[in-house]
């Protein structure tokens, strides 16, 4: 499953959710819901604003893939 790495991003910049939703104006409970990996889809516009604000230079540092931790059924 992807995944965002924005929770990281955030600590590592020392950057709360409220000053990265009031930067890109992306709603606030979104972007909570994104550092939490909480949202099951990701609007491309808003993934723009936060790769733009957060000056990434890889899609690679705002996502990543993780193994589903569910057991595959037999």
């Given at each position: ?7 990281f ?19 606030y409970?979104?972007?909570l ?5 909480k ?24 996502i990543e893939y993780?193994?589903d931790?569910?057991?595959?059924k037999?």
């Amino acid at each position: 499953m992807l995944r965002l790495k924005l929770n990281f991003l955030l600590l590592e910049r020392n950057m709360t959710a409220k000053q990265l939703s009031e930067l890109t104006g992306v709603r606030y409970p979104t972007v909570l819901d994104m550092a939490d990996n909480k949202s099951k889809a990701w609007s491309p516009e808003n993934l723009g604003k936060i790769y733009k604000a957060l000056g990434l230079e890889s899609v690679g540092e705002l996502i990543e893939y993780v193994e589903d931790k569910k057991t595959p059924k037999a």
